[in-house]
Antibody
């Protein structure tokens, strides 16, 4: 079964750091681009970051550029999101998602989500 | 920046009804549009890609149409598990999602 299992969320103070993980199984992880998407409380989905198959090319939303870093370990089949200098407005459920070339590069599947709360 | 506007915000229907959801883009996205179903607490699920193609395993009661700026997701004969949130997404220019439509039980 193709699956993405997330971990690493929690409560962090403003200015703090957190690393999210997304463990992939059931497919050849190293062959797919991966993304992070977030959803703030009561709001819609917002794209956060993207990484290519070997991690050499990344892209970020302006709101997180310079503070968040997307990375991957293909040997461990795991995607990461390192979040630094966290702000209250970063509070959200974060989802990882595979860019699936079998469905013309749309997001499929998604992880179950992990909640990040930035508060003092 | 392309903005996607979904309407209505909430759709109140009964099982067996047909749901018609709209997604309008601020400029043409050609057919680079997808629809996702999201049940809170679960992973979002790809339903329709490239405006009208059903994703693997998606029941035939889900259909998509449109191109350019106006798109529609139709759910025929609503099942109890279809009451959820629905989002459209474009990737013609960067990546953006619509604000969502909630399909709730009337």
């Amino acid at each position: 079964e193709v699956q993405l299992v997330q971990s690493g969320g929690g409560l962090v103070q403003p200015g703090g750091s957190l690393r999210l993980s997304c463990a992939a199984s059931g497919f050849t992880f190293r062959s797919y681009w991966m993304h992070w998407v977030r959803q703030a409380p009561g709001k819609g989905l917002v794209w956060v970051a993207r990484i290519d198959i070997d991690g050499r090319d990344t892209s970020y939303a302006d709101s997180v550029k310079g503070r968040f870093t997307i990375s991957r370990d293909n040997a461990k089949n795991t995607l990461y999101l390192q979040m630094n200098s966290l702000r209250a407005e970063d509070t959200a459920v974060y989802y990882c998602a595979r860019q699936n070339w079998n469905s013309n590069n749309w997001f499929d599947p998604w992880g179950q989500g992990t909640l990040v709360t930035v508060s003092s | 920046e392309i903005v996607l506007t979904q309407s209505p915000a909430t759709l109140s229907l009964s099982p067996g009804d047909t749901a018609t959801l709209s997604c309008r883009a601020s400029q043409s996205v050609s057919s680079y549009l997808a629809w996702y179903q999201h049940i809170p607490g679960q992973a979002p699920r790809l339903l329709i890609y490239d405006a009208s193609n059903r994703a693997t395993g998606i029941p035939a009661r889900f259909s998509g149409s449109g191109s350019g700026t106006d798109f529609t997701l139709t759910i025929s004969s609503l099942e109890p598990e279809d009451f959820a949130l629905y989002y459209c997404q474009q990737r013609f220019n960067a990546i953006a999602f619509g604000g969502g439509t909630k399909v709730e039980i009337k």
